[in-house]
């Protein structure tokens, strides 16, 4: 069993900012994608930025304001946040496709973190 466990979240002012982060606990072998996403109510989740092996891609809406990050010692994942916008409140999530300890792959989301933006 994997568990992924979200912290960072709050309240922020109009170009202010956050750091998200996201740690793997449990039987793994590797992670392949890291990854974080938001959710308004009514909509969609939708994907914020990806991180692989190489560098990170971001969603339009926040590209040149959000940094991911991995650390693969800690099976961690973080998000940066600048410049904040009333827009970007949301559930935030991380996602992680990894591998476990037998070989098999998984798509594990943690708990979810709310972020406002407001003055």
């Known amino acids: 069993q994997v568990h992924l466990v979200e912290s960072g979240g709050g309240l922020a002012q109009p170009g202010g900012s956050l750091r998200l982060s996201c740690g793997a606990s449990?039987?793994?072998?590797?992670?392949?994608?890291m990854a974080w996403y938001r959710q308004t109510p009514g909509n969609r989740r939708e994907m914020v930025a990806v991180?692989?092996?190489?560098?990170?891609k971001y969603a339009d809406s926040v590209q040149g304001r959000f940094t991911i990050s991995r650390d693969d010692a800690k099976n961690s994942v973080y998000l940066q946040m600048n410049n904040l916008k009333s827009e970007d409140t949301a559930v935030y999530y991380c996602?992680?496709?990894?591998?476990?300890?037998?070989?098999?792959?998984?798509?594990?989301w943690g708990q979810g973190t709310q972020v406002t933006v407001s003055s």
């Open positions: 449990g039987y793994i072998r590797s992670i392949e994608t």
């Open positions: 996602n992680m496709e990894l591998t476990g300890l037998g070989g098999s792959e998984y798509d594990y």
């Open positions: 991180i692989g092996s190489g560098d990170g």
